[in-house]
């Protein structure tokens, strides 16, 4: 059983910068693809970055591309999410999850493990 853990989240003032961590224990070569996703309050959850832990391969909604960074560390079993120039649209509760080889970045209803999720509020 996969579990993830995320950490990182805070306040920040428009401008700033957070990094957020994925922990993931229990995870086997099978659970291949990451995914950071967000839900603002009173909207629906939205994908924003994912990245495969085999070959690194990375993909971005296009309002985080250019500010965000995903990457990962296969040894300690980490995903971060580097957050740059965070806009108060940014706020939103940021959930990493896990999903088999293969599948495709978007789609959330494939992934299977999730974290509990970490609260980021951008300030204007």
């Known amino acids: 059983q996969v579990q993830l853990v995320e950490s990182g989240g805070g306040l920040v003032q428009a401008g700033g910068s957070l990094r957020l961590s994925c922990a993931a224990s229990?995870?086997?070569?099978?659970?291949?693809?990451m995914g950071w996703f967000r839900r603002a309050p009173g909207k629906e959850r939205e994908f924003v970055a994912g990245?495969?832990?085999?070959?690194?391969?990375?993909y971005y909604t296009d309002s985080v591309k250019g500010r965000f960074t995903i990457s990962r560390d296969n040894a300690k079993n980490t995903v971060y999410l580097q957050m740059n120039s965070l806009k108060p649209e940014d706020t939103a509760v940021y959930s990493c999850?896990?999903?088999?080889?293969?599948?495709?970045?978007?789609?959330?209803?494939?992934?299977?493990?999730w974290g509990q999720g970490t609260q980021v509020t951008v300030s204007s």
């Open positions: 229990g995870r086997t070569d099978k659970d291949d693809v």
């Open positions: 999850a896990g999903a088999p080889y293969g599948t495709r970045f978007l789609q959330a209803n494939e992934y299977n493990y």
């Open positions: 990245i495969t832990w085999s070959r690194g391969i990375t």
